[in-house]
């Protein structure tokens, strides 16, 4: 499979590289000086294009020697053209501002969307905008990348408090999440609503569920790599907002104003919102608890942006996210993350190759008490390096770079039986990668490489990966991916955790059994310590007419080896009980599993109506090598409806609802309870006039399932406009309309069913300047 990577990537690039010359550069909004992405500049009377990237960069190659007319046309923006003279073997680079119009176009004969769905491979991935984000209902008045999360394809949401994404089978610790390039160990609130990325200021997000290119590595399902736009270029802005969940502030502007002639710009750009949920919520909504709703979180980011003439540009960044849990004499959980970034693109004078890259440390810490229990707590500080080079042809690109990650960890946890499991290491990853996408005629191959080396564990893995699609007809599209993939970061949480608040990190261990069982009875040597999967997924995609497209994917993840807590631990792993059973001694065991399903989405989108429908069938299990279940977030059915209705003379009314059913989550039933003993005093221990602990005897693992879960959310907006730059969008909002009682948990100890959140209805102001 190596030989057959190597000539794609090398024999698809023979015959390209003629002396012909290129047009290059960048498209920004005139107003903000904001890059514009995903639009298409093409060259007036050619088959000639390209569709700008996430910075708002394109190149046009092989354009013959002569006089030709740039072309732009986006939906929301004035037309543009532009002269330019092209000479043999010559870059040609521009910068181009749009203006923004009032009155959005009806239709665009050229959109980037439709361009990108025929010249690349796009194998589950979504890509998102802030004005995608808020055609959904806002829950607590704010819009928020982790409520967009939940109604995508192949997702699956465990819940309104503490609730978790898992992707396509693939836990949370298996999902990698960017921001501006730094890896994100924990991007979701406890609370489950909020993420801890302001929406206002991402300029785009890519969520790739599965098949992911050799450019991304280290994790075995997901990948969620998010970009921030820069400050304001060009005026100070702002805005403020109040909810009845809480409130947040953003300021913006030049440094150094950006001009169509200047040699350069700089910005900055600083935000913060914090929630007062457990103050407002004793007044407001008590309920829902008559102690008051028990989350708060801070929230506070702040970039640097530096442009240079010819699009070339330096960002610093940096961040603070802390999150509170507060219940009292029963729980209390509490996680702080800090970062410092930084990122760059390098555009060439002579070349059309475009060079990108970041450097990044952060911190996260996380710990959490329980009555009854011992407390447990987790630290992990990371950096990472990436450099990366793209080169354009045409509709062709070839893609290479290396990448460097170390983080270190130190964690204390117990399990169910009460048996320590404690780490501190320190690992670091080397990797490379080679990609390319190449077009030709109605195929779209995109084939990869990708070695990672994980010093700690002295071990290489090779991980190719595939791409193809074929365009049958303009409106009719097939596509298939495979891949390799591995990850050396394992997660602490308990699958018989009611509640997985507590959510710690650690390396992988080295210290396993040496024998991997499957399910079937057979069994293998174990020749690595990491964690592996590999992806196959097949699809189609149909524009069933001009404003109505469907996608179907089909997945099977196989998940060869897991690496996971040992939840039988009985004995300590010494001299003492060397002959003992791994699986009772060793702090984690190997598993394996698999994950298959059926992903289906169907979207309507018309001038100021958007409908969509998603629907997802999956399945999933693991075998710890002594019994096969199904993990806590193996939903079988998933149905997300999703409505948005723009309306009023001045278009300044806004509608928008969804409808979420999920069919139950499995779950650990309880068969009785016991006295516990912890015979501290040995065999002196007198049980019969000491009072012990109380003690669960377990049923099988998820063996039951907990009821169906459905939520309608409704949404209405209001803006008021004050000046071109000023306005003022007042929201009301209804999550869980019909007050469904969703169950959250059933406490063994108390026998009482605690539910979801109950019906919230919210008002939230936001004034932009």
Do not use: C
């Amino acid at each position: 499979m190596k030989n057959l990577l190597f000539s794609f990537l090398l024999f698809g690039w023979i015959g390209l590289f003629a002396q012909q010359g290129t047009v290059r550069g960048f498209v920004y909004d005139q107003k903000t000086g904001e890059p514009i992405i995903f639009t298409t500049v093409y060259l007036q009377g050619t088959q000639l294009g390209a569709a700008t990237d996430v910075n708002g960069f394109f190149t046009i190659t092989s354009v013959p020697a002569g006089a030709h007319t740039i072309m732009i046309t986006s939906v929301g923006y004035d037309s543009l053209k532009k002269q330019v003279d092209v000479k043999k073997g010559q870059i040609v680079s521009e910068k181009l501002y749009l203006k923004q119009v009032a009155v959005e176009l009806d239709a665009v004969e050229i959109s980037a969307q439709s361009q990108a769905a025929q010249k690349a491979v796009q194998m589950s991935v979504t890509k998102i905008t802030p004005k995608q984000i808020e055609l959904l209902p806002s829950i607590g008045g704010e819009a928020d990348i982790a409520q967009y999360m939940q109604v995508l394809p192949g997702v699956v949401f465990t819940g309104d408090q503490g609730g978790q994404l898992y992707i396509r089978g693939g836990s949370p610790i298996q999902n990698k999440v960017l921001l501006d390039g730094m890896v994100i160990y924990n991007p979701f609130h406890s609370i489950g609503l909020f993420s801890v990325f302001e929406t206002d200021i991402m300029r785009n997000a890519d969520i790739y569920t599965g098949g992911f290119n050799a450019e991304y590595g280290g994790r075995i399902s997901s990948i969620m790599d998010i970009t921030t736009r820069d400050g304001n270029k060009n005026r100070l802005a702002g805005k403020v907002g109040l909810t009845t969940f809480g409130a947040k502030a953003i300021l913006e502007g030049p440094l150094k104003k950006q001009t169509e002639n200047s040699s350069g710009s700089s910005s900055f750009i600083l935000t913060g919102k914090t929630s007062y949920l457990d103050k407002t919520s004793k007044a407001l909504y008590t309920y829902a608890d008559s102690n008051g709703l028990p989350f708060s979180f801070t929230d506070l980011y702040g970039k640097l942006s530096f442009n240079g003439n010819n699009g070339s540009k330096f960002n610093l960044f940096g961040f603070n996210y802390a999150d509170r849990v507060s219940q009292g004499a029963i729980s209390n959980l509490s996680w702080n993350t800090f970062g410092l970034g930084s990122n760059f693109v390098l555009v060439p004078a002579t070349s059309t190759t475009l060079i990108d890259g970041n450097f990044a440390y952060s911190q996260y810490g996380v710990d959490f008490s329980e009555a009854n229990t011992n407390d447990r707590s987790s630290d992990i500080s990371s950096f990472n390096l990436d450099f990366n080079f793209t080169h354009f042809k045409g509709d062709n690109t070839f893609k290479y770079g290396f990448q460097i990650l170390g983080f270190s960890t130190d964690f204390t946890f117990f399990n169910f039986l009460n048996r320590k499991i404690s780490q501190e290491a320190f690992t670091t990853e080397l990797s490379g990668y080679v990609n390319s996408t190449i077009n030709k005629g109605k195929l779209v191959i995109d084939p990869g490489l990708r070695i990672q080396y994980y010093a700690s564990l002295s071990t290489f893995s090779l991980e190719p990966r595939f791409g193809l699609k074929f365009n049958a007809t303009d409106r009719l599209r097939f596509k298939l991916a495979t891949g390799v993939y591995s990850q050396n970061l394992i997660s602490s949480n308990a699958d018989r955790d009611v509640v997985n608040l507590f959510n710690g990190f650690l390396s992988g261990p080295e210290n396993l059994q040496d024998s991997i069982y499957y399910a079937d009875g057979s069994s293998k040597e174990r020749t690595h310590e990491l964690q592996k999967a590999i992806h196959y997924i097949a699809g189609i995609e149909s524009d069933l007419s001009k404003r109505l497209h469907l996608n179907v994917e089909g997945y099977y993840k196989d998940f060869t080896q897991l690496s996971n807590i040992n939840r039988n631990k009985l004995f300590n792993d010494d001299a003492d009980n060397a002959q003992r059973p791994d699986i009772l001694k060793k702090d984690f065991i190997i598993e394996t599993g698999e994950a298959y399903g059926v992903d289906v989405v169907l979207k309507y989108e018309f001038k100021r109506l958007n409908l969509w429908a998603v629907y997802s069938w999956a399945k999933s299990n693991r075998y710890d090598g002594v019994i096969e279940y199904r993990p806590i977030f193996d939903r079988r059915h998933n149905v997300n409806l999703v409505a948005n209705y723009t309306f009023g003379k001045d278009l300044n009314w806004e509608f928008s609802a969804r409808f979420n059913f999920g069919s139950g989550f499995p779950f650990t039933q309880t068969q009785g309870f016991y006295e516990q003993f912890d015979f501290a005093d040995g065999i002196n221990t007198d049980y019969t006039t000491q009072n012990g602990s109380l003690g669960i005897f377990y049923g099988d693992i998820n063996a039951g399932r907990l009821p169906d879960y459905h939520r309608l959310d409704l949404n209405l907006s209001r803006k008021i406009y004050f000046s071109e730059n000023s306005e003022m969008d007042i929201n009301l909002g209804v999550t869980n309309l019909y007050n469904r009682d969703n169950i959250f948990y059933f406490d063994r100890i108390l026998f009482e069913r605690v539910n979801q959140l109950p019906i919230l209805p919210s008002l939230g102001v936001n004034i932009t300047f």
